[in-house]
């Protein structure tokens, strides 16, 4: 996920898709005092980039970020939380059902375009953080 800081500045993070369609409204789990959330207040465009299974390509999301309702991330806030952390269903640090800095973004897909693997400037292979040349070029 690419967010634009307050002077357009992107900023490139791993995040874990779980949608089942990237054409429809995508949504992404965070704790709500975080960098991103912070951009996307201020500008709400985000990209989403991810590889085609040969990983020869990368499709491009442009989207339009949202936050989800309260009733909304207290649906899915808790299960995505253990999905990457089940050993800890028992032992939280704090109450999921009440802990107050987690937040749902939603991406409102606006365009997609596919980028051929020689146009992505830089993938960090540790955490798969991939930047476009053409984002990178306007920084």
């Known amino acids: 996920m690419i967010t634009f800081g307050k002077n357009n ?23 709500t005092k975080t960098r991103k959330v912070d951009d996307l207040k201020h500008n709400p465009k985000t990209l989403i980039l991810f590889p085609d299974r040969e990983k020869k390509n990368f499709y491009e999301i442009e989207g339009h970020a949202t936050f989800a309702s309260d009733d909304v991330v207290e649906e899915k ?26 937040s749902i973004v939603d991406v409102h897909p606006v365009s997609v375009k596919t980028l051929p693997l020689r146009d992505i400037d830089y993938i960090h292979e540790t955490y798969k953080t991939i930047i476009p040349k053409e984002i990178e070029s306007k920084t």
């Open 77 to 102: 806030w808790v299960w995505w939380y253990l999905y990457w952390h089940p050993e800890q269903e028992n032992m939280f640090w704090f109450n999921p059902s009440t802990h107050v800095d987690k």
């Open 9 to 31: 500045e992107p900023h490139s993070r791993p995040m874990t898709n779980l949608n089942d369609n990237p054409y429809s409204t995508m949504w992404f789990s965070t704790y």
